[in-house]
């Protein structure tokens, strides 16, 4: 069956440090992935998306890569601040309709915790 | 542009009873997907509409039901809580259906449900 996983359900770092978090799948052949980010009580925003022809994704401080062949995507925050302490969400989507899934499949999440 | 809207913001109920969500997408936006969150299982799917038809639906019981209106807004319906119905319930928009093209969801900041 189709299953993405995130690395960890927390990561604790410090500020200025740089965060990775991973994010894997396996059967499963997504068009695109996307990462979002939640803060407590609050519903995921929409971060960035890279497409499966893609390999390198950045915004600001941010970084997406995506390698299909290891079906594995890698989200980096540089120069990390207490600010970006929040939950991180991989989504992976896909073009064609079918399955009970939708359209996209949510990974559980990363909890990040930036310390000053 | 306001973003998406969602009531109430909590809700509190008892087994047997039946709820009703709302949704307001942004404005333009035609696609409205429903997802429920816990923590055990993340992010998952219960169904899309479209131009006021199901798109799509996630696996998830007869007693999860939806229906979009001429103006996009949506609902969703639980009828015969149960306990494991708590969660916290999000609704996205976007643009154009979700399988169409890659798209980006906007997240309302959800309704927490809680099931006594």
């Known amino acids: 069956s189709q299953k993405i996983e995130q690395n960890s359900e927390a990561l604790n770092i410090q500020e200025g440090k740089t965060a990775t978090l991973t994010c894997n799948y396996t059967?499963?052949?997504?068009?695109?992935l996307q990462w979002y980010r939640q803060d407590p009580g609050r519903g995921p925003v929409f971060l960035l998306l890279?497409?499966?022809?893609?390999k390198e994704k950045r915004k600001e401080r941010l970084k997406v890569t995506f390698d299909t062949t290891l079906k594995q995507s890698l989200f980096h925050i540089t120069a990390s601040q207490p600010a970006d302490s929040a939950t991180y969400l991989c989504?992976?989507?896909?073009?064609?309709?079918?399955?009970?899934?939708?359209?996209?499949?949510f990974g559980k999440g990363t909890k990040l915790s930036v310390k000053p | 542009k306001a973003g998406v809207t969602q009531t109430p913001r909590y809700l509190i109920k008892t087994r047997g009873q039946q709820v009703t969500l709302s949704c307001s997408p942004i404005?333009?936006?035609?696609?409205v997907s429903w997802y429920q969150q816990t923590p055990g299982q993340g992010l998952q799917f219960l169904f899309e509409?479209?131009?006021?038809?199901?798109?799509n639906k996630g696996n998830f019981p007869g007693r999860f039901s939806g229906r979009q209106f001429s103006n996009s807004r949506s609902e969703m319906n639980v009828s015969t809580l149960e306990l494991g119905d708590s969660a916290l319930y999000l609704c996205?928009?976007?643009?154009?259906?979700?399988?169409?093209?890659?798209?980006?969801?906007?997240f309302g900041p959800g309704t927490r449900l809680t099931v006594l």
């Open positions: 996205a928009s976007s643009l154009r259906l979700a399988g169409g093209s890659y798209n980006e969801q906007f």
């Open positions: 059967n499963y052949s997504p068009a695109y």
């Open positions: 890279i497409r499966e022809n893609e």
């Open positions: 989504a992976l989507g896909r073009l064609n309709y079918g399955g009970s899934q939708g359209n996209l499949i």
């Open positions: 404005s333009g936006h035609r696609s």
């Open positions: 509409y479209f131009s006021e038809t199901q798109r």
